[in-house]
């Protein structure tokens, strides 16, 4: 993973509290799941997520080798 995008907040509503916060992509991708801070409602990264996060490193990564 790409050290830039792995440091990179992602902010969530919590779909139970409403409650907005930040998790750090590699936390989220290391863990698989978000968990609110405030009322602790567990949400799992799907599948989707996933491919999400991919092709954005893939991207990122590909930015990178152009600017070499």
Do not use: N, W, Y
């Amino acid at each position: 993973m790409s050290t830039f995008l792995a440091d990179f907040p992602i902010k969530f509503t919590c779909s139970k509290c409403s409650r907005e916060f930040s998790q750090l992509v590699r936390d989220v991708k290391a863990h698989g799941q978000v968990v609110c801070p405030g009322c602790g409602d567990t949400a799992k990264l799907d599948e989707a997520g996933r491919k999400l996060l991919s092709a954005a490193e893939e991207e990122i990564a590909r930015f990178a080798r152009s600017l070499r």
